[in-house]
């Protein structure tokens, strides 16, 4: 829970009247009618700005100019900005090698570069913010060598494009020569990557992909017409966004027109949790074109993959999809209209899904269907687990003094952000409708990770609630207040986890207490979306419990940490592919689901007086 920082109308003498938090303090005290303190959790998120920089930047928003000071908003404000990169002026040999770079623009870099060797060895690891432009690198080159072996490692957010990397004009693009991308983005929280128009008209170049975006979580990457006209072009994608998190990846159009070009995928999102992979298009006009998926998928959870158009039009081409998605739990792969017009043409599906559907598929006498899979769930079901950790959903008899129990990692993997003052933030753009206004304020390119922020956030704050739920999203504590008193009433409180002690240990728990007596109760939960300033979305949740539990060292059972956790009584309207029915072993409407408020989410409640 929140400790206490000050009482309803008391006032720090040494605080200035004038800023954010000192606004945020006096509304606390004006809206909220209870004996609650206020909460120094909700007050930490308040805008640092000074009261000068409040008014000018507020000014500058409502002359429509914020995005002229950018850098200097982005700074003081405490937000989630990337840099703007300027082309390089650096001069490099022809073999280069660049370790512990970060931000840096190499657009046309290499461009008709002779016999070169580049390394990007631990380019920009651990940074929080990976923004990189690689475009037009290696344009119309010959036989140039790049290695980018573990690059962007364990970092929080990757922007990074390659688009039109190593390719050219017809009769132009880069010949021969290498690239190879091991160990690339491992472990990064949201990676944003773009090999758009990567290879393309390139003649007899080699492409590697081996632990691309391994463990990483909630990402995009686009190969949209990646390698289009190309000749006897070769990539290799091993274990490409193997266990990474709810990864979408756009191939539309990869290998368009190509000739001769050979694409292996091998165990290409195994592992995974709902990867989505799109092939729109992929080979079509193709001529002597060879793929392989092996191991597609393979044990991954959910998901969905579409073919729709593959090798249309091809001449000869010859596709293998061996062990495609043996997983437990396989989602659906749509294959519409693949190889639609094409010409000796031969597909082999080994041990393939029984949720995939093959619609309007043409030309069946050159295809083969062997091993089609009814595997069992149970087989996988300790591998899937590994997507539910343990202790993330419980029962509520777990919540009882003497339990021992797992912690999940509760820790916050979002960026370190600040709330807008209400003033300011009633001046910016927040809609689809001005979505052009929103990106020029925020610098945010095309196809960028910034660009997919914003849209991201709008398309969650402007749907349509579920049935029975009241949403809001919320850039401003002020905000925020107002959407919980509306649904609570004014006696509220602000409840969260003190800290992340115990997380990925067995703990014990201590004292546990029920709010509002334990009774079933409506909260409000705020979660973090990933956006420049601090923006939450909050709803209403009717039919919990909510509790308060003492966190105690499972072997010492000294406490160490002030749980707060929520039941939800009614999981009917939950999907059965939720991973609390993965962790508990039940199905919708047939059990109550208890978790943590993980750091720095929120739950608000009628306030116990």
């Not at 199905?587 to 208890?594: A, F, L, N, T």
Request: some cysteine; overall charge neutral; hydrophobic content about 30%.
């Amino acid at each position: 829970m929140q400790v206490v920082l000050s009482r309803p109308g008391e006032f720090s003498i040494d605080r200035n009247p004038f800023t954010p938090k000192a606004s945020l303090i006096r509304y606390w005290s004006q809206t909220i009618k209870s004996n609650a303190p206020h909460s120094e959790f909700l007050l930490s998120k308040a805008s640092p700005l000074t009261a000068i920089d409040s008014a000018t930047f507020t000014k500058l928003a409502d002359q429509n100019k914020l995005y002229t000071q950018l850098p200097r908003f982005c700074s003081a404000a405490r937000l989630l900005c990337f840099p703007d990169l300027s082309t390089s002026l650096h001069k490099h040999s022809p073999q280069s090698s660049f370790s512990v770079y970060q931000n840096e623009n190499f657009t046309n870099y290499g461009t008709g570069g002779l016999f070169r060797a580049n390394n990007f060895k631990n380019y920009t690891n651990d940074d929080n913010i990976s923004a990189n432009s690689f475009k037009e690198y290696s344009r119309g080159s010959n036989n140039q060598d790049a290695k980018f072996t573990t690059y962007s490692d364990n970092g929080n957010i990757a922007d990074e494009s390659f688009n039109s990397y190593g390719s050219g004009g017809k009769g132009n693009g880069a010949t021969f020569g290498k690239s190879n991308f091991n160990n690339y983005d491992n472990g990064v929280n949201v990676p944003n990557l773009n090999f758009n128009n990567y290879g393309s008209n390139s003649i007899m170049r080699e492409q590697s992909f081996k632990s691309y975006t391994p463990d990483s979580n909630s990402g995009n990457e686009s190969f949209t017409s990646y390698g289009k006209n190309a000749v006897r072009e070769s990539s290799d994608f091993q274990k490409y966004a193997g266990d990474s998190n709810a990864m979408e990846s756009d191939f539309a159009n990869y290998a368009e027109k190509g000739v001769a070009a050979y694409e292996t995928f091998t165990s290409y999102g195994s592992e995974g949790n709902t990867p989505a992979n799109d092939f729109k298009n992929y080979g079509a006009e193709s001529n002597s074109v060879a793929d392989t998926f092996t191991s597609y998928h393979d044990k991954s959870n959910v998901g969905s993959s579409t073919f729709e158009s593959y090798g249309k039009n091809s001449l000869a081409n010859e596709e293998n999809f061996i062990n495609y998605k043996g997983s437990f739990n396989p989602g659906f792969s749509h294959f519409k209209g693949y190889g639609q017009g094409s010409s000796a043409k031969k597909v082999g599906f080994m041990t393939y899904s029984p949720k995939d559907t093959f619609n309007e598929y043409q030309d069946k006498h050159t295809i083969s269907f062997a091993a089609y899979s009814h595997a069992s769930s149970s087989n996988h079901i300790a591998k899937v687990n590994k997507w539910v950790e343990p202790g993330k959903f419980f029962r509520e008899s777990m919540l009882k003094q003497g339990n021992i129990m797992p912690m999940p990692d509760i820790r916050d993997k979002m960026p370190k952000r600040s709330f807008l003052p209400k003033s300011l933030l009633s001046k910016l753009p927040f809609s689809t409708a001005r979505l052009d206004e929103m990106k020029n304020l925020f610098h945010a390119g095309e196809n960028s990770t910034m660009e997919k922020m914003i849209v991201d956030s709008l398309h969650e704050c402007e749907r349509a609630p579920s049935e029975g739920e009241t949403k809001r999203c919320a850039g401003s504590a002020e905000d925020m207040i107002d959407f919980a008193t509306s649904v609570l009433g004014n006696n509220v409180m602000v409840r969260t986890t003190e800290n992340t002690n115990g997380f990925n240990k067995n703990i014990t728990i201590g004292a546990v207490k029920g709010i509002n007596g334990g009774k079933v109760t409506k909260s409000v939960s705020c979660h973090q979306s990933l956006y420049p300033y601090l923006l939450y979305y909050c709803h209403s949740v009717p039919k919990v419990k909510v509790y308060d539990a003492e966190i105690l060292d499972a072997k010492t059972k000294e406490k160490v940490n002030q749980g707060t956790a929520i039941c939800h009584l009614d999981t009917s309207s939950w999907s059965p592919t939720h991973g609390a029915f993965l962790a508990l072993g039940s199905s919708p409407g047939k059990i109550e689901v208890c978790h943590w408020i993980f750091e720095n989410d929120m739950t608000w409640t009628i306030g116990d007086n």
